[in-house]
């Protein structure tokens, strides 16, 4: 068995997954603070698997409360290599009709908190390329995942990641449809560039859940709206999510698992002892 872990970040009903056999709850420190839970050890179709409630079990985070960070230094020091988030979205543009899925391929950045969306800092300076924000060869095994089980899913897009926790206003919604944007949510933008800054491969399941308010003739989104099509979307992510794993490789060695190899600029004999302690899980191939 590959001892590199597989990572799921996604709402509670996620972790009931058939054959998610060997769970146990661990407690995880953080130089970061406290990740949003435990994370849920287990096996799941013979690979190691790691679990994390993103809002916490019971749903009491909110989307700008994440600790980014912590979420993503804990899966890092439990040797997770790869990372498939599933998160509700609002979709902006018709083709996307709630139960779809949208592998998106893209973020447009509307939060105010670049500095938690980063682990470096207090010394040392990394800028790592994040053109494609998306691990594209797990999009890809998704994609095939959803295309043999004849689920509804959509091969790329663009994910506006707001800061909530209201939903849109109209004039807000209606903008970024006629932009051409493809979906909304609150919450993967920070997960996607930890990961990075982790060299952690990650994808987005995109689950949509409604047409946010842009679309005159549906009523516009509301909690018992999102509620009622999460659980359909849960059972279409548990079935990808179980019919994909088998097809990770064991080994990490796609070019997201070699993020940081020309993105730190300060010189290794100036990297501050406290700094290089907290980040030693992200730097330790490089001391």
């Given at each position: 068995m590959s001892s590199h872990r597989i990572g799921i970040i996604g709402g509670s009903g996620?972790?009931?997954?058939?054959?998610?056999?060997?769970?146990?709850?661990?407690k995880v420190r953080t130089p970061f603070g406290d990740p949003s839970d435990e994370l849920l050890t287990g096996e799941l179709q013979g690979?190691?698997?790691?679990?994390l409630p993103r809002h916490a079990r019971g749903h009491r985070i909110l989307p700008s409360e994440l600790n980014h960070r912590a979420n993503l230094w804990a899966m890092k020091k439990l040797g997770v290599a790869w990372i498939i988030s599933v998160s509700a979205v609002g979709s902006l543009q018709k083709r996307y009709k709630p139960s779809d899925i949208v592998l998106i391929d893209q973020f447009l950045d509307r939060t105010k908190q670049a500095l938690n969306h980063t682990f470096f800092?207090?010394?040392?300076?990394?800028?790592?390329?994040?053109?494609?924000?998306?691990?594209?060869?797990?999009?890809?095994l998704l994609f095939q995942s959803a295309r043999r089980l004849k689920a509804r899913c959509h091969n790329g897009g663009?994910?506006?990641n707001m800061e909530g926790p209201a939903f849109s206003t109209r004039a807000e919604s209606t903008a970024n449809h006629k932009a051409g944007l493809d979906v909304?949510?609150?919450?993967?933008?920070?997960?996607?560039?930890?990961?990075?800054?982790?060299?952690?491969?990650?994808?987005?399941?995109?689950?949509?859940?409604?047409?946010?308010?842009?679309?005159?003739?549906?009523?516009?989104?509301t909690v018992d709206m999102v509620i009622q099509t999460l659980h359909r979307n849960i059972a279409a992510a548990k079935t990808v999510i179980t019919d994909v794993i088998p097809h990770i490789?064991?080994?990490?060695?796609?070019?997201?698992?070699?993020?940081?190899?020309?993105?730190?600029?300060?010189?290794?004999?100036?990297w501050p002892l406290k700094t290089r302690r907290e980040l030693q899980p992200l730097l330790a191939k490089y001391l």
């Open positions: 996620l972790y009931n997954l058939e054959g998610f056999t060997r769970q146990k709850w661990v690979r190691e698997v790691v679990f800092g207090r010394g040392i300076v990394a800028h790592v390329a994040f053109a494609d924000p998306i691990c594209e060869e797990l999009r890809l663009t994910y506006v909304i949510g609150m919450t993967n933008l920070g997960e996607a560039k930890c990961a990075r800054e982790a060299e952690i491969a990650y994808s987005t399941m995109a689950m949509i859940t409604d047409y946010d308010c842009w679309k005159t003739d549906e009523a516009h989104v490789p064991a080994e990490p060695s796609w070019p997201c698992h070699d993020a940081l190899r020309n993105a730190i600029m300060t010189d290794r004999s100036l």
